[in-house]
């Protein structure tokens, strides 16, 4: 893994962060030779249109979703 030391992370953090993002190789960051920080690529993740509708087909809805669950009468609020 290539070490940086802070002083020069500092002055070339967005062409690091490049090097990062094209290599995919982590990068360790240190302070007076010990690692303080790794910068390393993001994990692949899903996108949103990926998940999006992914659990059809996994639930099952039972009764009425609209309806209020109780009767207008059992409303506190609506009490004279």
Do not use: H, Y
């Not at 509708?53 to 009764?63: A, C, H, N, P």
Request: with cysteine; glycine share 4%; charged share 30%.
């Amino acid at each position: 893994m290539k070490q940086v030391a802070i002083s020069e992370f500092k002055a070339k953090c967005l062409s690091l962060l490049d090097e990062v993002q094209k290599t995919k190789k982590p990068i360790c960051v240190t302070r007076f030779g010990k690692p303080i920080a790794e910068i390393s690529p993001p994990s692949a993740r899903v996108k949103g249109s990926e998940w999006f509708g992914s659990m059809k087909d996994e639930i099952q809805v039972l009764g009425d979703i609209i309806s209020p669950a109780n009767d207008k009468d059992e409303w506190e609020v609506l009490r004279d």
